[in-house]
């Protein structure tokens, strides 16, 4: 396993907090932005033109450029019915599974978007009020997509965390310590 | 139809073994799409959902709402909520349980999550029901409800999940959860005064406060109600749009963040990165349910089933009660936006075509998943709730839920007595 503090981890943990600091960014702008949207709407009768356009764009861009980083911490919601069922070697096959299949699903889509990117840009397709063209935002979500696959990639070889398997470990070390009550007599 | 059912019983074998749900729903949707059209429809699937799903003016209100309530953690608001509350109902018996279910509601109107609010308001309610003695079933379990209401009470993610799948208005829909918000939030306390007029132990009174108190702690919550109201205000009056609702909602979140001087290096990134990463799986599962439901369209199951169930010669009410009763079963062990995502493309179109109002219906699932979160084995509140409330075991946190949960049963079954308590805000709202 690769430790947290290799360049290979410490790199793409700044690429992965790098690109979510950006999509935040992009929400406090959309924040700012439609607010004076509505204020010059209501008290100078000048709302700003094109303001619908640039939300969908900041949605666009705010959720390709999050997956990674949430990816990266480990933060996806999973249900552990079955999983909780094997033992510690199985497990650790299904996490490599799902990272295998989520690696795929997304550099599939990448590759798919920068095909499509080219068709986009041929056909000269745009936003309806601005008319900025699609094709450079299908460049922004194809790289979201495949830092993600990165992200996957890496889980499968190096220790990235992961929320659920950290919260269940403090638990057990409390247990250890005798600090806190057994769950349900497990 | 083999293919469909191979492709859904697939999809819950992987979410089941704790593949991430919206990269389940990608793989089994591009999987079957794959099985049914073709190669080459799929990789132009794979190349145009994610870009035609995600530029969705109506899906920035989750960053945005995510966003105000993270602010309104951080900026000591729940703090002045739950003072408020208790100056206000501290003194009956079991009052500071019915105060913490106050300030879960008042937080829940700047919150569109349940676990946020059980998180925010129990670090703040715990402590004080400890200090009094509480018994902890009944503390913690109030904890655990009370925050539930973070998606039935505007704005909610739940609410906004629902409108995205079926196209609804989620204005109407956020309009239509204010009325049962505030009837479960009435339910609740009435369980509570119940219960400790019952056994006066397990909630001791806490001291009555002076009318200047009163009025201080008010005063000092006025600023996050004003917020609320102008939020709620200028959607129910047609001022501005649910997206510009949010938008102000979370400015003024922030500005009143900044103007009490909570606002530092840390608790900026805080509420950044962890408003980016709670929007990032939200959205994953959304881009997951887009991939999966044109395959779900090109087998036809949803149709087919409706039209299977509106050809049993049942009363609509018993179809009704038969899906909300599974929804029950369902959310015992799925995750609720999980739960939305998998379930309304097969679920909305029997509803619709049983006659019942979308809306309305909206609503009375979002009560539905409330008690999923609190239902044993993996109600997610009660996991939230163990972890703030030091040495309490699971099992205490469960029991101490169940009267909760039967008061939420009652308001279920008073909206689908009485579905005005849901439709009378969006008939009535302005456009």
Redo the contacts between chains.
């Keep these: 396993m690769l430790s947290r503090d290799s360049a290979l981890v410490r790199s793409t943990n700044a690429a992965v907090?790098a690109s979510?600091?950006l999509?935040?960014v992009v929400?406090f702008a959309?924040?700012?932005?439609?607010?004076a949207?509505?204020i010059g709407r209501?008290f100078f009768n000048a709302p700003l033109g094109g303001v619908?356009d640039l939300?969908?764009?900041?949605?666009?861009l705010?959720?390709?450029l999050?997956?990674a980083?949430?990816g990266y911490?480990g933060?996806?919601?999973?249900?552990?019915?079955?999983?909780d069922r094997f033992g510690p070697g199985p497990r650790a096959v299904?996490?490599a599974?799902?990272n295998v299949?989520?690696a795929?699903?997304f550099g599939?889509?990448a590759w798919?978007?920068v095909?499509?990117s080219i068709d986009v840009r041929d056909f000269a397709e745009s936003s309806q009020l601005l008319t900025i063209p699609?094709w450079p935002?299908?460049w922004v979500?194809a790289f979201g997509?495949a830092l993600f696959a990165w992200v996957m990639v890496l889980r499968l070889f190096a220790d990235l965390p992961d929320e659920s398997e950290d919260?269940k470990d403090d638990e057990n070390k409390k247990q250890d310590d005798g600090?806190?009550?057994?769950?349900?007599?497990r | 139809m083999a293919v469909g059912q191979l492709a859904l019983a697939g999809l819950f074998l992987m979410i089941f073994l704790r593949v991430p749900i919206g990269i389940a729903l990608g793989v089994a949707g591009a999987l079957g799409y794959w099985s049914l059209s073709g190669l080459d429809p799929t990789l132009a699937l794979l190349g145009s959902v994610p870009f035609e799903t995600a530029l969705n003016y109506d899906l920035s209100i989750i960053a945005l709402f995510v966003l105000m309530g993270n602010f309104a953690m951080v900026s000591g608001m729940s703090r002045d909520l739950y003072d408020m509350a208790r100056s206000l109902v501290g003194h009956w018996p079991g009052g500071l349980a019915s105060a913490t279910i106050v300030g879960c509601a008042g937080f829940a109107a700047v919150s569109g999550s349940s676990l946020a609010s059980a998180v925010t308001m129990g670090r703040v309610a715990l402590p004080e029901m400890k200090r009094y003695n509480y018994d902890p079933k009944l503390a913690t379990g109030c904890v655990a409800a009370g925050g539930t209401l973070g998606i039935l009470i505007p704005p909610s993610t739940g609410f906004i999940i629902y409108a995205l799948l079926t196209e609804e208005s989620i204005g109407q829909l956020f309009l239509a959860g204010v009325l049962p918000g505030l009837l479960l939030t009435g339910l609740f306390m009435i369980t509570i005064f119940i219960m400790a007029w019952r056994d006066p132990s397990i909630g001791p009174k806490a001291s009555r406060m002076p009318w200047s108190e009163r009025l201080r702690t008010v005063w000092r919550s006025t600023s996050l109600l004003a917020i609320v109201a102008i939020v709620l205000g200028g959607i129910y009056f047609g001022l501005f749009t649910p997206v510009e609702a949010a938008s102000i909602g979370s400015l003024l979140t922030f500005l009143l963040t900044v103007f009490r001087g909570k606002l530092t290096r840390e608790t900026l990134s805080f509420c950044v990165l962890e408003t980016v990463k709670t929007f990032a799986f939200v959205y994953l599962i959304v881009i997951g349910a887009f991939l999966f439901n044109p395959f779900l369209a090109v087998t036809q199951i949803p149709l087919k089933l409706a039209d299977i169930v509106t050809h049993l010669d049942m009363a609509p009410l018993a179809i009704l009660l038969m899906v909300v009763f599974t929804y029950i079963v369902l959310g015992t062990f799925l995750e609720g936006i999980a739960m939305l995502v998998l379930t309304i493309p097969i679920v909305f179109p029997l509803i619709k075509s049983l006659g019942y109002d979308p809306i309305w219906f909206g609503a009375l699932l979002v009560v539905v998943l409330e008690m999923s979160l609190i239902s044993p084995p993996l109600g997610l509140n009660v996991f939230v709730v163990k972890g703030i409330a030091d040495g309490v075991p699971m099992g205490d946190i469960f029991k101490g839920i169940v009267p909760f949960w039967g008061a939420m049963l009652v308001c279920a079954a008073l909206l689908i007595m009485f579905p005005e308590i849901a439709t009378f805000l969006p008939d009535t709202m302005m456009n």
């Design positions: 907090t979510a600091v999509a935040g929400l959309l924040m700012i932005l439609t607010t949207d509505v209501y619908v939300t969908e764009f900041s949605v666009l705010m959720t390709f999050s997956f980083y949430c911490r933060a996806h919601v999973v249900i552990e019915l079955l999983y299904l996490r599974a799902a299949a989520g795929i699903l599939v889509m798919r978007l095909v499509q699609f935002f299908y979500i997509a919260a600090s806190s009550v057994s769950v349900d007599g």
